[in-house]
Structure formats: C-alpha cells, structure tokens
C-alpha cells in the first residue's frame, strides 16, 4: 500500500472524523431548540401586550434588547469559545437563557418584560449565537466541506422554528403566555445536555494556530479592521439582521392587522423555518461552487422583491403562507456564506471572534428591524414606513459586497483536496 493511500485511510478512520460529526450534529441541535425558541416569540406580541396594556414598542424593545445584546456581547462570546471552548460557553448560555424565559413568565409590566425577555434571554442568547457553533464546527471540517456544514447548523435553526412556533402558538392557546414561557425552558435543558457534545480537542481552546493564521485573538481582529472586505461584510449583516427580526417579530401582528388568522399568521412563520432548512443547505452547498458575495447579493435582492409584493398586494391567508415560504428560503441563507468569507479571507482559529463581530452588526439590525417597526407602528398605524426601510435595506445589502476580492470556488476546493 502506498504512503499516500495509507495516509488516506488513517485519515477516514481518525477521531477526528468522529468528533467532527458529532460536533456537527450537537452544533445543529443547539441551534436548533435556541432558534427555534427565539423566533417564536413574535407569537406573543398580541397576547402580551393586550394582558400587560402595554404598546407595541415596548415588546419590540424587549425583544430589540435581547438581539441587541446577543450582538454587544457575541465578540465577547466568540472570543471565550475560542480560549475556552465552546461547550462551556454554550453551557452556560443555555442555563441563564432558561432562566430568562422562566422569569419572563413572571412579569408583571413593562420594566420586568424588559428586563427579563430583553436583558435576562439577551444575555444567554449572547453565548449560544451562531458565531460559537460555527465557530467550532468551523475547525472540525475541511475548508471544501464549510459551506455545506454551516449550512447544515443553520438549518437546524430554520427546523427549530418550523416545529416550535405551531408548539408555543398551541401552548399559548391551551395554557396561555405565561405558561407558554416557562414550558419553553424545557428545550434549554434539552440544549445544555447536548452542549457537552461540543467538547472536541480541536476546539477546545488554546490549540495552536495554523501557518500563516494569527496568534491572538486580538491580532486576528487588528487584521480584520484593515480589510475592506471584512467592513463591507460586516454592513451587509446588518441588513439581514433588521430583515429578520422586523418579520420573527412583526409578521403575526401585521397579518392579524390585515385579517389573517392567528393560526394562518403561526403557519407562515412555520413555513419560514421550513423553507429555510431547505434554502440554507442549499446556499451552504452552493458556497463551494459560485462566489459566495453573488449569492449574498441574490439573497438580498430577492428579499426585496418579495417585501414589495408583500406592500402592495392585497392580503389573503394564500398570499400570507405564500410570503413565509418565500421569504424563509431566503430567510438564513445569508450565514453560510458570510461565515464563509470571513473563514475564507481570515482563517478558521478565531472564526468564532471575527464572525462575532460581523454578527454584532446583525444584531445591530435586528434591534432596529425589532423596536423601529414597533415605534413606526405606535407613531402611524401602519408597518408600511417599515416595509419600505426593508425594500430599501435590502437594495443596499445586493450592492454593497459586490467589490469585495473572493478567492475563486475552484480555488478553495483544490486547497481542500491537498
């Protein structure tokens, strides 16, 4: 037998490849319950604020605070996974995160929904985003294998909210909110047994960095800062970021406002989990053959598109399941391959760090797209001023990454194969 094929067979029966699936699989769990449990709190917009008399801003802000502080925090977060490792990290999270919802089943008005469902789930989200998953499925897989394992974690959370928003909807309506919440921290327990799963020797934290990657996590970010690419792709995460959360958060209000059904409104949210299990494999795996800033650009420019239709036609329980299949194929898209650049230009050893940052600005976008539509709302009557700050967001997101210098896809998967 040759060097080369021994060498080959070591490498397919090596922990390593063990461990990489198994990191995969709890990565995508993890997001799964945490995501999944996120997105449907747009459910509780009406129930809420009817109970505790309250406007919608102030659960927008809530849930603006939360996202705020997910992306405040995720650098932080991401540069603890990478010194520590990410099972402790995300272990942790998922405690306070349970607490959080616990707690928010308890409040009484509009400072404790504040500080509970925004401060309290804000600060466990912050240790259990995407930049820390990634981040450790990211070193576990070969630079070829990265889009479509990242596209795999992200699906997981598009699953979570497919089978979660029709559970806290039904729990909501058999219970009622505050029961809702506090059965929702179940899934927090499911997730900090599974978090231990993370704890791989590959990224457990003070492992030595590769030729030519940097030797701090501070170094790695001084890197970043100088690249315009780096800048260009941070701005176009915002846009996904007040994409995304003015529609998990807004979409059953707005319908309702519109006569659809409370169930209808549940089903499109739904569908934008389901949908996007499809559409985030197929963005990842479609990373290692086209120009991840053209599919970026698409991604954006198809979001647009649809949030015009959205304005302008006439609103039908068929237009509104339509929209949340639609939109939820485009919906996460966006991760596998801003993930993949940032691993692409800047190495994987502090993916977790850098791809903080860039979700920070994700985050920054979802307070916006969570309190602005809710303050618009309060203002006018209507979402319409923010549907129309979405067409306009997302004309920007198609255009501002077109001049960044992406290495070739024919490129990286020749570097995977040597």
Known sequence: MSQTASNQTVAKKSPLQAGALTVLVCGAIVITLGMGVRQSFGIFLKPVTADLEIGRQVFGL???????????????????SDRFGPNRVIA???????????????????????????????????????????????QVVTPAQRGTAFGLVTAGGSFGQFAMVPGAQALVSTFDWQWAFIL???AMAVAFAVSFGLAHKANAGGTTPAAGEDSSAWAALARAGRHPGYWLLTLSFFVCGFHVAFVATHLPAYLADRGISAS?????????????????YLFGAACSRYAKKHLLSGIYAGRALLFVLMLMLPMTPALALAFGAMIGFLWLGTVPPTSGLVAQLFGTRYLATLFGVVFMSHQIGGFLGA?????????????D??????????????????????????????AGAS
């Open 62 to 80: 809530a849930i603006a605070l939360q996202t705020l502080l997910t992306g405040l925090l995720g650098p932080a977060a991401g540069m603890l």
């Open 184 to 186: 929702l921290s179940i």
């Open 371 to 383: 309190w602005f539509a809710g303050y618009l709302f309060d203002s006018t009557g209507s979402y």
């Open 385 to 414: 001023i923010a549907w129309m700050i979405s067409i306009g967001l997302g004309v920007f997101g198609a255009l501002v990454l077109l001049p960044v210098a992406e290495e070739s896809p024919a490129r990286v998967r020749a």
């Open 264 to 280: 209808v409104a549940a089903n499109a949210l739904a569908l934008i989990g389901l949908c996007n299990i499809f559409g985030s």
């Open 92 to 138: 942790a999270g998922t405690l306070i995160y349970g607490l959080g919802l616990v707690l928010t089943g308890f409040a009484q008005g509009p400072n404790s929904l504040v500080i509970t469902l925004g401060g309290v789930v804000g600060l466990g989200m912050s240790l259990l985003t995407l930049p820390v998953v990634l981040g450790a499925v990211g």
